[in-house]
């Protein structure tokens, strides 16, 4: 089975499902998250492309999983890089292959000048994210992105409804991977054999066309 999902044919029957099922353009929103979900495997592993960075509650080691979500439910883009990987430069990638336009909403550790400069120059994205060290820290002597001060100006202006509504819709996120984790096929932990890029890579792949087969489709259970 590793041999065949090698194969340059099975890759590519993957990557189309995926596109198929994972695509945005059947569902348009104009809001969406980034972020990561760490997949944290045993500090005993002998896992050499694995990663030890910031998880939930601390430091461990693995994998994280890096999402560009829609409020739908649908994902423009994900990657999968070890734990120690910038979340910033993960989610510069995804920018420039997704093609989707509105607000991309994200936590402070997005807060770069670098997202926003991506944003600009797609021309139809404004990233929204608070700033990193809170708004007491000044801006320092580098130049500021105009993406980046129209952030601030929405959320550190005296009208700040629109603002914190926008970071308040950043709780979607949250239950996407709840629902993503809460169910027998679910991407709930990497087990004993998923190590290495590859087959964690794959390994998430699957869970996450499983999942969004899953949303498509009225479970039911019945008393019989």
């Known amino acids: 089975m590793c041999r065949r999902l090698r194969s340059e044919t099975v890759v590519c029957l993957l990557l189309a499902i995926e596109h198929e099922v994972l695509n945005p353009s059947a569902l348009v929103t104009m809001l969406w998250f980034l972020e990561g979900k760490p997949l944290v495997i045993s500090g005993c592993s002998k896992d050499r492309q694995s990663g030890y960075g910031r998880a939930a509650r601390g430091m461990a080691r693995g994998y994280k999983l890096h999402v560009f979500l829609g409020k739908t439910g649908v994902i423009a883009a994900w990657r999968v890089a070890p734990m120690n990987k910038d979340e910033c430069v993960m989610g510069r990638r995804m920018l420039v292959s997704a093609e989707i336009n509105g607000y991309v909403l994200g936590d402070g550790n997005y807060d770069s000048n670098k997202l926003h400069a991506v944003c600009d120059q797609k021309g139809n994205l404004q990233l929204i994210t608070p700033r990193r060290y809170g708004p007491s820290y000044g801006f320092g002597h580098r130049r500021q992105t105009p993406g980046r001060m129209r952030s601030v100006q929405r959320l550190e202006n005296p009208s700040l409804e629109f603002g914190d509504w926008l970071l308040r819709q950043r709780v979607d996120i ?51």
């Not at 290495?196 to 699957?206: I, Y």
């Open 174 to 224: 949250e239950r996407y991977f709840g629902n993503l984790t809460n169910w027998g096929g679910g991407l709930t932990h990497l087990l004993p054999w998923v190590r290495t890029h590859r087959r964690v890579h794959c390994w998430v792949q699957a869970k996450l066309i499983l999942n969004a087969l899953k949303r498509t489709v009225q479970i039911m259970t019945y008393d019989e």
